[in-house]
Nanobody, 118 residues
């Protein structure tokens, strides 16, 4: 199975920046989608951003213009550059992976906490 390891979370003041990284195991299928979802306390897990192996991106409306997702296919790693952070960005950020042709629900990392103070 695919393993995902996240890093880069932490505490930051409103208006600050963080960069999250997620490294996937070397056994992943070459054609895939990877991305980030987040879950605030008492709320469901929602899309933040995704990126396919060909570079096509998708962002939640709430983060457009502030967050940038990118990937290094040679390293099986996806990044999320988060700028102009707001308190409402606070939550646990989960890395996601799935093969494009997969019939499964995909794979999740264990999550990394992001806390934005006002």
């Amino acid at each position: 199975q695919v393993q995902l390891v996240e890093s880069g979370g932490g505490l930051v003041q409103a208006g600050g920046s963080l960069r999250l990284s997620c490294a996937a195991s070397e056994s992943i299928f070459s054609i895939n989608v990877m991305g980030w979802y987040r879950q605030a306390p008492g709320k469901q897990r929602d899309l933040v951003a995704t990126i396919t192996s060909s570079g096509r991106t998708n962002y939640a409306d709430s983060v457009k213009g502030r967050f940038t997702i990118s990937r290094d296919n040679a390293k099986n790693t996806v990044y999320l550059q988060m700028n102009s952070l707001k308190p409402e960005d606070t939550g646990v950020y989960y890395c996601y992976y799935n093969a494009i042709i997969s019939s499964t629900a995909g794979y999740w990392g264990q999550g990394t906490q992001v806390t934005v103070s006002s």
